[in-house]
């Protein structure tokens, strides 16, 4: 394996799904505006960009800014449009880039150098994004694999082990590690569990990329959710975060990948199946009032919410943030596909691995998700490029709301968040 090829995938996953937090703020500040408000424009516009520099809030005059204007990259390069220099004039640069022909995304990015640091921001816009279809297929035996895959996990007996975490627990939340039988090994979780008596609707909380421990979310237990967070590496997520940041770095290092020539054994393919193993444990409660489930979750979460509700019927409502893992082979069509951005060189582009990422890819469970969905992502995601979103997106035949909060990258503003439990709690407390 080409270690160095992945290691700053390895690296921009380890940061950018450890922490919602937006990025910390710099001495100088670029600001790349378009000419729309929303940011969107339809195929054959020619956006215009204003850039302007301010240190301490202040314009900076008469500098020098470079610029790159480019079909969305994610984080990568595919070709670039346009790049030069431009002065600042009374506060401001503008720019007009050449028309998109075809409906997706462009970017433009402006550097400039202050006192020999140089600080760089970017902005992309859209174009008819809502018609953006996908470039992966769905392969004709997909609900076949599918429904096999389900028939021998449901062969598996469950054997749950709940072992409560008394230093967790609160006084109105009991707090337990989870372990379950899953295909090929184990899934752990995190139950938060409401210490009054009843029965109560259900949330599977899914994870995003990469390794770490799982602390359950007490605040859905205190609102009257049993609140079922995930794993899925089949290791406990109680484990202090060394061990975690040691099987990153080796034995999981890359796992997205793994055994990605053969659907069998594909490291998601016991990742998806372990899902709809939460589910089972859900519906096994007592304290599961037997009819509401609802799952959610970030980026590789995200995309776990969807590829859980499409596959498992038992889920009622989803909640996505920037959905990784979709519409993966876009870059073998000149756009950037989805995290992890994979199919870029030789080393990925085989017959056997780009037929099998279609077993595995977001855009293909999302045509079959029939409940309703709450979805949020922006359109500067450089992790999670706005088109292999918007490709998953556009197949949902079912009720959905897209919230777009055009400047965020690969975080969300608590608003966001404020929305998506809002819709969540309010849906399955109907």
């Known amino acids: ?153 449901a062969e598996i007996p469950i054997n749950p082990v709940m072992t409560l975490l008394p230093e967790r627990c609160t006084d109105k939340v009991d707090v337990y590690h989870v372990e379950l039988d899953n295909i090929k090994g184990k899934i752990y979780g995190i139950l938060c569990k409401p210490k009054k008596e009843g029965k109560y609707p259900a949330i599977l909380r899914v994870p995003g990329a990469g390794i770490r421990p799982y602390y359950g979310e007490v605040s859905d237990a205190e609102a009257g959710f049993l609140s079922f967070t995930i794993g899925i590496h089949g290791i406990p997520v109680n484990l202090e975060k ?26 998601y393919k016991r990742v998806y199946l372990g899902c709809v193993r939460a589910v089972d444990f859900i519906e096994s409660l007592e304290s599961f009032n037997g009819e509401d489930i609802g799952v959610t979750g970030g980026s590789q979460g995200g995309a776990l919410s969807i590829v859980t509700a499409g596959l498992d019927e038992r889920i009622d409502y989803l909640g996505a943030f920037y959905p990784a893992l979709s519409d993966l082979t876009g870059f073998l069509h000149g756009r950037a596909g ?30 079959f998700v029939k409940v309703p969905g709450w979805y949020s992502w922006g359109y500067n ?38 929305l998506r439990n809002e819709w969540l709690y309010g849906r399955l407390n109907e």
């Open 1 to 153: 394996m080409n270690f160095k090829m992945y290691l700053p995938i390895v690296c921009i996953a380890l940061l950018c799904f450890s922490t919602h937090a937006q990025p910390q703020r710099k001495l100088v500040k670029i600001i790349v505006s378009p000419d729309q408000t929303d940011w969107t424009y339809a195929v054959g516009d020619r956006p215009e960009f204003s850039i302007s520099a301010l240190r301490n809030n202040v314009s900076l005059e008469g500098v020098e800014i470079g610029y790159i204007i480019e079909p969305d990259p994610g984080y990568r390069t595919i070709k670039i449009w346009d790049e030069g220099t431009v002065s600042l004039k009374n506060g401001t640069a503008k720019i007009k880039a050449k028309k998109m022909d075809e409906p997706g995304f462009l970017r433009c990015t402006a550097t400039v150098t202050v006192d020999g640091k140089e600080y760089s921001s970017y902005t992309t816009v859209g174009f008819a994004p809502n018609k953006i279809k996908p470039t992966t297929t769905l392969p004709k035996d997909f609900e076949e694999f599918w429904n096999k895959g389900k028939e021998e996990l």
């Open 242 to 267: 060394k061990v975690y940041d040691n099987l990153m770095q080796g034995a999981l290092n890359s796992y997205w990948t793994t055994n990605l020539d053969d659907k069998d054994n594909a490291y």
């Open 338 to 367: 989805g995290w992890p951005q994979i199919f870029v060189d030789e080393y990925t582009n085989k017959p056997e691995k780009i037929e099998t990422s279609k077993y595995f890819d977001v855009v293909n469970f999302a045509r």
């Open 381 to 418: 995601d450089n992790v999670c490029p706005p088109a292999s979103m918007f490709a998953a997106y556009n197949v949902i035949d079912a009720k959905k709301e897209l919230h777009v909060f055009q400047e965020t990258q690969h975080w969300t503003f608590p608003e966001q968040r404020e």
